[in-house]
């Protein structure tokens, strides 16, 4: 009976050989960018060896597969589980990195802010603070980037300021103005925006419908005066929404080229090497 039992164990059970090869297998799977099989690999091994060693880095895995896939809400969840689990593990201060990094690299500087503040003190502690700095100018708080700025040390504390300083004289078109440039003479605005050629389709469409609801009017042909003051009224209101909107644009590629160089000076790539995922970070200071 004894022997039966222990049949029936080993059968039902995987041996450790079977578990290193679900391991291997996902992360030759992840490798090869087949990231949805081998979340199903890692998930089987945390399955049959929840206490193994090396199920932090499972779980890890499993985050950064979903990172890849872009499955960001699922991919956070997956990452907060690797520091709630596993605390004192090394991939939970990888999984807390990352999870800065993907709210940072979809565009949720919001969320990336209140993450990069949360490991700002954690190596790389630089990196992470010019980070927490630069979610701070994505939503337009240069005060707050300067305070970020502030901590670190010469020469790059004031590297950093000049930039600051430099960010903050960027040519900015008001879209306050714009608008009423464009209430008063359709086009203007978009010419204040540096958009010459949308400045003369709005001056040339709104001249025509005005135009003609005038000339309909002194002939007496009030419907089609009403038609075209109709369509005037929606072109009108069209111009100045389009002038406004001109401005926000032009601000937000001044800004976006700006940061887009101080990133080029400092960054980090993400990925995998001998099917383990890893940080990376450059500095080009």
Request: aromatic share 14%; with cysteine; proline share 4%.
């Amino acid at each position: 009976m004894p022997i039966f039992v222990l049949f029936i164990l080993l059968s039902v059970t995987p041996n450790a050989c079977a578990t290193n090869g679900f391991l291997s297998f996902a992360d030759s799977l992840a490798a090869e960018k087949d990231y949805y099989r081998a979340i199903t690999e890692y998930k089987r091994f945390l399955h049959y060896t929840p206490e193994d060693s090396r199920a932090a880095y499972a779980q890890l895995a499993i985050g950064q597969c979903l990172l890849a896939g872009e499955r960001w809400q699922q991919a956070d969840s997956a990452l907060e589980k690797v520091w709630t689990v596993y605390p004192e593990s090394d991939e939970a201060k990888t999984a807390r990195q990352l999870y800065a990094d993907a709210a940072y690299n979809r565009g949720d500087f919001a969320a990336a802010e209140v993450r990069y503040r949360a490991i700002q003190d954690t190596a790389p502690a630089d990196a992470n603070r010019y980070k927490l700095g630069l979610s701070q100018l994505q939503q337009d708080k240069p005060d707050q980037a300067h305070s970020t700025f502030s901590q670190f040390q010469a020469p790059l504390k004031q590297q950093l300021s000049l930039s600051l300083d430099a960010y903050q004289q960027l040519e900015n078109k008001s879209p306050q103005l714009a608008g009423t440039l464009s209430a008063l003479l359709p086009g203007a605005g978009q010419l204040y925006t540096e958009r010459p050629l949308q400045a003369g389709i709005a001056f040339a469409l709104n001249t025509a419908f005005i135009y003609g609801a005038i000339e309909s009017w002194e002939n007496e042909n009030y419907a089609t005066a009403g038609i075209l003051s109709l369509f005037e009224i929606g072109w009108y209101g069209g111009n100045i929404y389009n002038a406004m909107n001109n401005a926000h644009k032009f601000n937000r590629r001044q800004q976006d080229h700006f940061l887009n160089q101080l990133q080029h000076r400092f960054g980090f790539s993400l990925g995998w090497q001998q099917g383990r995922p890893q940080l990376q970070a450059q500095f080009n200071f």
